[in-house]
């Protein structure tokens, strides 16, 4: 099992940026795909995630409206687009993978079974 994110960077506030995870996994179907952040001095948080069979989405209040997860099947890729960044977006962030995770569990990053190594992404304003 293997999780490989790429695509952070710097951008100014009101930019926009596409967050990739390449994902090796036993079996797709019963995996949520999710993203989380974490800020320097500040806890993991979670940002959105999605159910890899049926594409459940579920994002935190404060991404709501400016980033969209999503995933391309035929590659098993993950996807976090981006928009309307602000410095408080800034973070290093993580995609990780749980196995058939509830609904209720999805925000909780104890439930993840595999992390990828992280990709910074920095908002200046």
């Known amino acids: 099992v293997q999780l490989q994110a790429s695509g952070g960077g710097t951008v100014q506030a009101g930019g926009s940026l596409r967050l990739s995870c390449a994902a090796s996994l036993d079996t797709f179907s019963t995996y949520v795909m999710a993203w989380f952040r974490q800020a320097p001095g500040k806890e993991r948080e979670f940002v959105a995630s999605i159910k890899w069979s049926g594409g459940n989405r579920t994002y935190a209040d404060a991404v709501k409206g400016r980033f969209t997860i999503s995933k391309d099947t035929a590659i098993n890729t993950l996807y976090l687009q981006m928009n309307s960044l602000n410095p408080d977006d800034t973070a290093v962030y993580y995609c990780?993978?749980?196995?058939?995770?509830?609904?209720?569990?999805?925000?909780?990053?104890?439930?993840?079974?595999?992390w990828g190594q992280g990709t910074q992404v920095t908002v200046s304003s």
């Open positions: 990780a993978a749980g196995r058939s995770l509830i609904t209720s569990s999805v925000s909780d990053p104890i439930k993840y079974h595999y």
